[in-house]
């Protein structure tokens, strides 16, 4: 699986975190900490109850100064410091925790909860506590910050660079993603179809496990690190 391999996308989901202790989206019942997804995660529910909402993310972000990364996220971090060709770790996940063990070659895909947007004017700003519906924004002077959390029905952030890396890449991991989620589910295709080698790492095989060249299943916080030795040789 290893040889030869110069360029690398990492995809990871919400699997790489559930050993901090943060909850995975699609739990058991279905539920994201006791919501469903429609009720916190679409532009329509943000219209029908703002206060539910900011107050669901709000608990996402004070929940994070209670966990930490674990060895998966420091593993890929090891790996993003010593690996000298082309990286890239995609993350669907809204928490901080690539970065907080040391990752920079790094996309949050679909945003990031210690960030607030402007609904008016587009602006994103470091947003570390709660966020008051109605907050103002320091751009437009408008009340129009929201959570800057990629809704469904939204476009995620940064694709053109994402798909330009998946075009380049020679190698495509995906960690802890169900693949049910569109377009970081179609990621391994668009791989493959440029020969890079695919592998999936999850504790089940995920919705899209078949596209995949080889998958190896466990906790992240075994495999990945066991993943970086064999990489960085
Ligand atoms: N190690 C590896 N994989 C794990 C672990 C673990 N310790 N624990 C759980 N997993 C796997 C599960 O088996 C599952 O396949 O992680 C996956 C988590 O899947 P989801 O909860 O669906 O999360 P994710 O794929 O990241 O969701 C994608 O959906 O709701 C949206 O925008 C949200 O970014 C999110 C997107």
């Not at 989901?13 to 916190?40: C, I, K, N, Q, Y």
């Not at 570390?128 to 924004?137: D, M, T």
């Not at 080698?197 to 089940?204: A, S």
């Amino acid at each position: 699986m290893i040889g030869d391999i110069r360029n690398i996308v990492i995809l990871t989901g919400a699997g790489v975190s559930a050993e901090s202790g943060l909850a995975t989206f699609r739990g058991p019942d279905g539920l994201w900490e006791g919501h469903r997804v429609e009720d916190v995660c679409t532009s329509e529910a943000l219209a029908r109850d703002v206060e539910l909402v900011h107050r669901f993310y709000d608990e996402r972000r004070a929940k994070l100064i209670e966990v930490t990364p674990n060895a998966a996220h420091e593993a890929l971090a090891a790996l993003d410091r010593a690996w000298g060709g082309e990286l890239l770790i995609v993350t669907q996940n809204v928490d901080d925790l690539h970065e907080r063990a040391g990752a920079k070659r790094l996309i949050h895909m679909h945003g990031e909860l210690k960030s607030a947007l402007c609904a008016a004017c587009g602006k994103a700003v470091a947003w570390p506590g709660p966020l008051p519906p109605a907050s103002v924004c320091d751009g437009c002077s408008r009340p129009s910050l929201r959570p800057d959390i990629v809704f469904f029905g939204e476009m995620p952030y940064e694709m053109e660079r994402i798909d330009a890396a998946l075009r380049d890449a020679d190698l495509f991991v995906s960690i802890g993603t169900s693949g049910a989620v569109y377009p970081a589910a179609g990621f391994v295709q668009t791989a493959r179809h440029v020969g890079a080698r695919t592998l999936e790492l999850n504790l089940d095989p995920s919705a899209g496990s078949f596209y995949f060249e080889e998958s190896r299943m466990g906790p992240a916080s075994k495999l990945v690190p066991d993943l970086v030795q064999e990489l960085l040789g």
